[in-house]
C-alpha cells in the first residue's frame, strides 16, 4: 500500500509482523480472540473497553501527549503537538522526550498518520477532550466554535465589532473571524492590554482550570468587558467558560501547567555496606520464619473458627496478634502470607474452623532458606492484601484478614516493580519510600488515580480554591457537575491515600519483614529473587536515561514461568543459606530456673523443650522458664522425671541446677497421687488426708465433691474441668482409665484435608507469549489476505453485496475447483461449517475426489479438507492477489 493511511486499519496493513507483535503485546486484550484481519484489529483496537485500558498504562508524560492530542486540531502536525507541549518558548526536555511519547502511542495503536497529520483513535480524544461533564485534564475548555455553536447571528456579530473586527456575512465566517484573532499573539495582547485590570483578573483564575464559571443576571463591568468580547462565552443559563484559544494565548501556548517529561529522581539516596544490608535482610527472613511457626504451632489443635461471611472474627484476629505479639495489622499479614503459601485454611467441617494443612507439615521440615523461599514466593505473585484488612468494602463492611475481597490485582505488579526500582540503584543503597511512590505514580498516573470503568482527569496545576468560576469577581463553584475536585490536584501529586501508592508503601514495608530488603535497600538474595521480571525494566545508573527505563516499565512485563519463578526463588535461597544462623543442639541452664538457647535450636530439641518449659523471651536468644505447671505439662505428656533429667543432662552445656532437679522431683512427686475418673467423675487417693484437706478447702464448693469411701470422692462435674479445678487449686492430679491406668494427655493435632494455595486474581488478560505472538499475527495476515484479495467478478444471477460469500452452482464450483488443480492457482471461497458459521477464505486446490477438495488454505496457513457441499460458491484471484 502507498500513500497516505486514511484509517487505523489502512496504517496497521503497513506495519511489519514485528510492529504487530509489540502491539499485541502491549494490549493483550486485543487478542481475545484473536481478530479475523487487520480490519477487526482496528476495530477492536479502538472500542472503549481496549482504550481505556491502553490509556491506563501510559506514563505520565505520553499521556499528557495525548491529552494535547485531544485538544490539537484533528488532524495535528507534529510541530503544533510541539508548541501544545513546550509552550511558545520551547522546552528543551519536552522536545526531548517528545518522539519518544508519539512512538509510544503508535505502537499501542492510539496515535496514527504521518507526523504532519497525526491522529488519535476516536474514542481516545472522547476519554479525554473537555467537555462541561468532565473537564479536559489540560483544564482547557471548548473551541471558540464549539461553546459559540447555538449562539444567535446577531449575538455573533456583536462580538466581533467589540472585539474590533469587521462585521461577517454569516455565522460560520464569524468564528472563524473570532478564532483567528484569539489565536493571534499579537491581536490577541494588544487586546488584553485594553482590558481592566479586574478582567486580566478573572482570566487569571480560570487560566489552568477549570476553565467554567458563573455569571448573574447584571455581570459587573469588568465580567461585562469579557462578554462582549466574547473572552468568556455563554456556556448555560448563568455559566460562562474561557475558550480555548484564549486560554492557550494566556498560557503562552502550553496544553500543560507542568509537563513532566523525566520521571521524579528516586532521591535522596543513602548508601550503605551491602553486606550489613544483607545481615539485617537475614535476621529479618528469621524473625519472619520463627514467626509464621509460631502461629502455626499457636493453631496446632486448630484455630478460631470461621465467619459465616468467610474470614477470622475481629476478637480471634486480636488474640493472634497477642500470641504472636504483635499488631493487628501485622498479625493479618503474617495469616494472609501464612494463607497464600497453602500452610492454613479451614478445615470444611461442620463447626468451621482454621487450621494448618499437611503442606505445613512438609514446609516445617525444609531448611530454613527454603522455607523462605516459599514464603517469599508466595508474597510476590499474591494478589490478596493484608493491608485493607479493617477497611470498608463496598456496602461499608469492615473486610476480615482470610476472608473474602481481598484481592487486589495490581498488587503483584506494583510489588515487582516497587522491588525493580530498588533493583535498579547500586547494592546497598535505600531511597525513601515517597521517592517509589513518586516514580510509581509518574509511570502509572491514572492507575493511581484509581477510577473504575473510566479515565480519571490527571492533574492540570491548579488548586481547587484558585481554579474556581467567577461571580461578579468571586470565586464560585462553577455549572453544575464541574465543581473542581480531585482531578485538579497540583501536577505531580496523586492522591496520597490512592490503591497504587498504598501498595507501594505496603510493599516496602512487608518487603523489609520478610527479609528481602534490608535497612530500606534490596537485599543480594532479593535482587535474586525477582531477577526474571527485573531484567529488562531496570537500569544500573548511568547505562540508560530515566525516561528509557520509564518507558520499558510502561510495557507489560511478560509473567515469568513457574519454571522461572522457582529458579529464581532457588537463586534467592542458595544466597540466604549462608547468612542463616546454624541451628544448636544445646542449651545453658541457669540457677533461675530459666535455660537460654543461645542460637536457633533443632526441630526436635525445640518441641521438647517447648513442652517442658515456657518461652519468656524471643531474640537473638531465647529464655525458656521452668515452672511446676510446665514440668507437670511434660508428666502428662508421658515423660517420668529420670528422663526429664536425662534429657536436661544430655542438652546443656551447663550441669543441671539443683534447684531445678528439686523442682522436678518435687512435681513429680506430687504428679499422679490424685486419680480422677469418670464417674461423672471421681477423685481416689491413697492418702485420705489428703482427700480430706481437699473436702475442707472452700475452693472445691464449685467441684461439688463427695466422700463415698475414705480413699474416693465423687464430683458433679466433668473429668476434664475436674483436673482443671484441682490445678487451679495447688494440685497435680493424674487422669487414670477404667483399668486404673495413668492417662497420657498428649493431644492430637488438627489439620485440613489437603488444600492448595488461593490463586492470584490476574489483572486482565495475560501477556501473550512468542509463540501465541507469532500465530496470531500469522492469522491476522491470512485472514486480511482473503478478505482483502482482488478478485475476478463471479457470473452470478446479481451482484453479491460487500462482504457476501461467493455464490456459485454446484457444477460452477466443482469445474473451478478441478481447473483450480490444474492451474495451481488460488480460490477465494465461502464455506460454512457444521456449526453454521459462514466464512471467507482463500485455498490453493490440490486434489478434488469423493466430494470433497483438499486444498492448502491461506488462511489458516495448513492443508485441510472441505466437503464440497458446504462450499457456498468460488471465485477466482486476480493474478497478483496471492
Same mark, same amino acid.
Given at each position: 500500500?502507498?500513500? +497516505?493511511?486514511?484509517?487505523?486499519?489502512?496504517?496497521?496493513?503497513?506495519? !511489519?509482523?514485528?510492529?504487530?507483535?509489540?502491539?499485541?503485546?502491549?494490549?493483550?486484550?486485543?487478542?481475545?480472540?484473536?481478530?479475523?484481519?487487520?480490519? @477487526?484489529?482496528?476495530?477492536?483496537?479502538?472500542?472503549?473497553?481496549s482504550v481505556v485500558r491502553a490509556v491506563e498504562r501510559l506514563d505520565r508524560f505520553v499521556l499528557q501527549t495525548a491529552e494535547a492530542l485531544a485538544v490539537a486540531p484533528d488532524p495535528c502536525p507534529y510541530d503544533t503537538l510541539g508548541a501544545l507541549m513546550g509552550g511558545d518558548t520551547g522546552d528543551a526536555a519536552v522536545a526531548a522526550e517528545l518522539p519518544r511519547a508519539v512512538a509510544e502511542l503508535r505502537a499501542?495503536?492510539?496515535? *496514527?498518520?504521518?507526523d504532519d497529520r497525526l491522529r488519535l483513535v476516536r474514542t481516545a480524544r472522547e476519554l479525554l477532550s473537555?467537555?462541561?461533564?468532565?473537564?479536559?485534564?489540560?483544564?482547557?475548555?471548548?473551541?471558540?466554535?464549539? #461553546?459559540?455553536?447555538?449562539?444567535?447571528?446577531?449575538?455573533?456579530?456583536?462580538?466581533? #465589532?467589540? #472585539?474590533?473586527?469587521?462585521?461577517? &456575512?454569516?455565522?460560520?465566517?464569524?468564528?472563524?473571524?473570532?478564532?483567528?484573532?484569539?489565536?493571534?499573539?499579537? /491581536?490577541?495582547?494588544?487586546?488584553l492590554d485594553s482590558a481592566p485590570a479586574e478582567s486580566v483578573a478573572v482570566l487569571d483564575k480560570l487560566l489552568w482550570g477549570p476553565p467554567y464559571g458563573q455569571v448573574t443576571d447584571r455581570p459587573a463591568p469588568h465580567l461585562q468587558w469579557l462578554l462582549d468580547r466574547g473572552l468568556l462565552l455563554p456556556a448555560g443559563a448563568r455559566n460562562v467558560v474561557l475558550p480555548r484559544e484564549a486560554a492557550l494565548h494566556l498560557r503562552a501556548g502550553r496544553a500543560h501547567h507542568n509537563p513532566e517529561p523525566v520521571p521524579p529522581a528516586l532521591a535522596p539516596v543513602t548508601e550503605r555496606d551491602p553486606q550489613l544490608v544483607d545481615n539485617a535482610a537475614a535476621s529479618q527472613a528469621f524473625t519472619a520464619l520463627a514467626t509464621v511457626e509460631e502461629l502455626l504451632k499457636e493453631w496446632d489443635l486448630g484455630g478460631p473458627g470461621v465467619l459465616r461471611a468467610g474470614g477470622m472474627s475481629v476478637r480471634d484476629l486480636k488474640r493472634t496478634a497477642t500470641a504472636l505479639d504483635t499488631t493487628e495489622q501485622l498479625a493479618a499479614f503474617w495469616l494472609e502470607l501464612a494463607y497464600?503459601?497453602?500452610?492454613?485454611?479451614?478445615? %470444611?467441617?461442620?463447626?468451621?474452623?482454621?487450621?494448618? +494443612?499437611?503442606?505445613?507439615?512438609? *514446609?516445617? @521440615?525444609?531448611?530454613? &532458606?527454603?522455607? *523462605?523461599?516459599?514464603?517469599?514466593?508466595?508474597w510476590l505473585s499474591a494478589t490478596r492484601t493484608a493491608g485493607v484488612v479493617g477497611s470498608a468494602d463496598a456496602k461499608g463492611r469492615a473486610l476480615a484478614a482470610l476472608g473474602p475481597h481481598l484481592d487486589r490485582s495490581p498488587a503483584p505488579e506494583v510489588r515487582r516493580r516497587a522491588l525493580a526500582l530498588l533493583a535498579g540503584l547500586p547494592p546497598g543503597t535505600a531511597v525513601p519510600a515517597a521517592a517509589v511512590r513518586s516514580r510509581l505514580q509518574w509511570e502509572r498516573p491514572l492507575r493511581s488515580a484509581g477510577a473504575a470503568g473510566q479515565v480519571p482527569a490527571p492533574a492540570t496545576g491548579r488548586t481547587p480554591a484558585a481554579a474556581g468560576?467567577?461571580?461578579?469577581?468571586?470565586?464560585?463553584? %462553577?455549572? #453544575?457537575? !464541574?465543581?473542581?475536585?480531585?482531578? &485538579?490536584?497540583?501536577?505531580?501529586?496523586?492522591?496520597?491515600?490512592?490503591?497504587?501508592? /498504598?501498595?507501594?508503601? *505496603? !510493599?516496602l514495608t512487608e518487603a523489609e519483614l520478610l527479609g528481602v530488603t534490608g535497612r530500606g535497600a534490596l537485599s543480594t538474595h532479593g535482587r535474586a529473587l525477582i531477577d526474571t521480571t527485573s531484567a529488562g525494566t531496570t537500569t544500573a545508573a548511568g547505562t540508560t536515561s530515566q525516561s528509557a527505563a520509564a518507558s520499558a516499565a510502561a510495557a507489560p512485563a511478560e509473567a515469568p514461568s513457574p519454571a522461572d519463578t522457582d529458579a529464581a526463588a532457588a537463586r534467592a535461597a542458595a544466597l540466604l543459606a549462608p547468612l542463616l544462623p546454624e541451628p544448636v543442639d544445646h542449651v545453658l541452664l541457669q540457677a533461675d530456673l530459666t535455660a537460654v538457647a543461645p542460637g536457633p535450636l533443632h526441630r526436635p530439641l525445640a518441641d521438647a523443650l517447648g513442652v517442658l518449659a515456657d518461652i519468656e523471651s524471643k531474640g537473638g536468644a531465647t529464655v525458656y522458664r521452668f515452672t511446676p505447671a510446665s514440668v507437670r505439662r511434660a508428666l502428662d505428656a508421658g515423660r517420668s522425671a529420670v528422663e526429664l533429667q536425662e534429657f536436661l543432662t544430655a542438652h546443656s552445656r551447663t550441669p543441671v541446677p539443683q534447684p531445678l532437679s528439686y523442682l522436678i522431683d518435687d512435681v513429680a512427686r506430687k504428679h499422679g497421687r490424685l486419680r480422677v475418673g469418670a464417674a461423672t467423675a471421681y477423685v481416689r487417693c491413697d492418702d485420705d488426708a489428703l482427700l480430706s484437706e481437699i473436702l475442707a478447702d472452700r475452693r472445691a464448693a464449685t467441684l461439688r465433691l463427695r466422700r463415698l469411701a475414705p480413699t474416693?470422692?465423687?464430683?458433679?462435674?466433668?473429668?476434664?474441668?475436674?483436673?482443671? %479445678?484441682?490445678?487451679?487449686?495447688? $494440685?497435680?492430679?493424674?487422669a487414670e482409665s477404667t483399668a486404673g491406668d495413668v492417662l497420657i494427655a498428649r493431644a492430637d493435632t488438627h489439620r485440613t484435608p489437603p488444600r492448595t494455595a488461593p490463586t492470584p486474581v490476574p489483572d486482565g488478560p495475560p501477556t501473550p507469549d512468542a509463540t501465541l505472538l507469532t500465530a496470531a499475527v500469522r492469522a491476522i495476515r491470512a485472514g486480511d489476505l482473503a478478505a482483502t484479495a482482488e478478485r475476478k467478478p463471479v457470473h452470478a444471477p446479481a451482484p453479491a453485496a460487500p462482504g457476501a460469500l461467493p455464490r456459485t452452482t454446484s457444477a460452477e464450483t466443482l469445474a473451478t475447483m478441478q481447473a483450480a488443480v490444474l492451474t495451481h492457482s488460488a480460490l477465494w471461497i465461502g464455506y460454512v461449517n457444521a456449526d453454521g458459521a459462514?466464512?471467507?477464505?482463500?485455498?490453493?486446490?490440490?486434489?478434488?475426489? %469423493?466430494?470433497?477438495? !483438499?486444498? $492448502?488454505? &491461506?488462511?489458516?496457513?495448513?492443508?485441510?479438507?472441505y466437503p464440497l457441499h458446504r462450499i457456498t460458491g468460488v471465485a477466482e484471484l486476480a493474478d497478483d492477489s496471492v
Open positions: 500500500m502507498t500513500g +497516505t493511511p486514511r484509517t487505523l486499519a489502512e496504517e496497521l496493513r503497513t506495519r !511489519t509482523d514485528r510492529g504487530l507483535v509489540g502491539l499485541l503485546r502491549a494490549r493483550p486484550d486485543l487478542l481475545n480472540p484473536v481478530p479475523g484481519d487487520v480490519t @477487526q484489529l482496528a476495530t477492536r483496537a479502538g472500542t472503549r473497553a499501542q495503536a492510539l496515535v *496514527w498518520g504521518p473537555p467537555s462541561a461533564a468532565h473537564p479536559s485534564p489540560t483544564g482547557l475548555g471548548p473551541t471558540v466554535a464549539e #461553546a459559540a455553536a447555538g449562539m444567535s447571528p446577531g449575538r455573533l456579530q456583536e462580538i466581533i #465589532a467589540a #472585539a474590533g473586527l469587521p462585521a461577517t &456575512h454569516d455565522p460560520v465566517t464569524a468564528v472563524a473571524a473570532l478564532s483567528a484573532l484569539f489565536s493571534d499573539r499579537a /491581536r490577541m495582547t494588544a487586546l497464600g503459601a497453602g500452610l492454613i485454611a479451614s478445615d %470444611g467441617e461442620a463447626d468451621e474452623r482454621f487450621a494448618a +494443612t499437611p503442606a505445613a507439615e512438609e *514446609w516445617l @521440615q525444609l531448611p530454613d &532458606h527454603e522455607r *523462605w523461599a516459599v514464603l517469599a514466593a508466595a468560576a467567577v461571580d461578579g469577581g468571586v470565586p464560585s463553584s %462553577g455549572p #453544575a457537575g !464541574t465543581a473542581p475536585g480531585p482531578a &485538579h490536584a497540583p501536577a505531580g501529586s496523586a492522591p496520597a491515600d490512592d490503591l497504587r501508592s /498504598r501498595l507501594a508503601q *505496603w !510493599t474416693v470422692l465423687a464430683a458433679q462435674t466433668a473429668p476434664d474441668q475436674l483436673l482443671d %479445678g484441682l490445678r487451679a487449686m495447688g $494440685y497435680a492430679p493424674a459462514a466464512s471467507q477464505r482463500v485455498i490453493a486446490p490440490v486434489r478434488v475426489e %469423493g466430494g470433497f477438495v !483438499t486444498a $492448502y488454505d &491461506h488462511t489458516s496457513d495448513e492443508v485441510r479438507t
